[in-house]
């Protein structure tokens, strides 16, 4: 009667880090069969070679992806921090939110696979840049008024890095009116009537500067006598 061959199970080294559970047959006839994953398993790798920029108060969305490995894929940051009011989605690797700040953000992401036996990871790291958004004057009207009574007038702009620096850079205000350079007020009471036509500049408080610049010219500013 033959003696019946034992087998013996090992973790064999398969590629970048996954193991193979396989049976040894010792006396020949056995057949050795994995239980864990290929042996061909590729090494899981993040593609991204860098993040688009985001800005200020639009939605932003950018897919992380990852080559390799056994799916699903698990992702987390692991050093530094995403820029405020941006969440990386563990399930699909997927940045997304509103951001609420300007600036350069780096961050370091890893995705974690589904090995069985020995998970593989992968870590790459970026930096998130936030722009601010485009400073821009949105006061194309102002109203009328009349001479000799108290006027008083907000300008309006957006974006860039406040506070702002308003002035009068083409033209003239009325006599008896004055620009506020820190808030873009023009108040005052008014010396005479006319109609006066002016160009006004904001600059924010960014390095390098940005500026915006509007004319005052479809109505212009009409006093009555």
Request: proline share 10%; aromatic share 6%; charged share 5%.
């Amino acid at each position: 009667m033959s003696k019946r061959p034992t087998q013996n199970p090992r973790l064999l080294p398969a590629a970048l880090g996954a193991y193979i559970l396989a049976t040894i047959a010792c006396g020949g006839g056995g057949a050795g069969f994995p239980v864990g994953p290929a042996a061909n398993a590729r090494f899981l790798k993040i593609v991204n070679s860098g993040l688009p920029t985001a800005t200020v108060g639009n939605p932003y969305a950018s897919q992380l992806v990852a080559q390799g490995g056994a799916p699903p894929l698990t992702w987390k940051v692991v050093m530094g921090s995403l820029p405020p009011g941006i969440s990386l989605s563990a399930q699909t690797g997927l940045l997304y939110g509103l951001p609420r700040q300007g600036g350069e953000f780096p961050v370091t992401v890893e995705a974690v696979d589904s090995t069985l036996l020995q998970q593989q990871q992968a870590m790459a790291s970026f930096t998130l840049e936030v722009a601010d958004p485009p400073l821009t004057i949105h006061t194309a009207v102002v109203p009328g008024g009349a001479a000799g009574t108290p006027y008083w007038f907000r300008l309006q702009a957006s974006g860039g890095i406040t506070p702002y620096l308003w002035t009068v850079v083409a033209g003239s205000l009325p006599a008896g009116l004055q620009l506020d350079p820190c808030t873009g007020d023009i108040s005052g009471t008014p010396t005479s009537a006319g109609t006066f036509q002016f160009t006004i500049q904001v600059v924010d408080s960014s390095s390098p500067q940005n500026s915006s610049q509007v004319t005052i010219a479809s109505a212009p500013l009409h006093l009555g006598g």
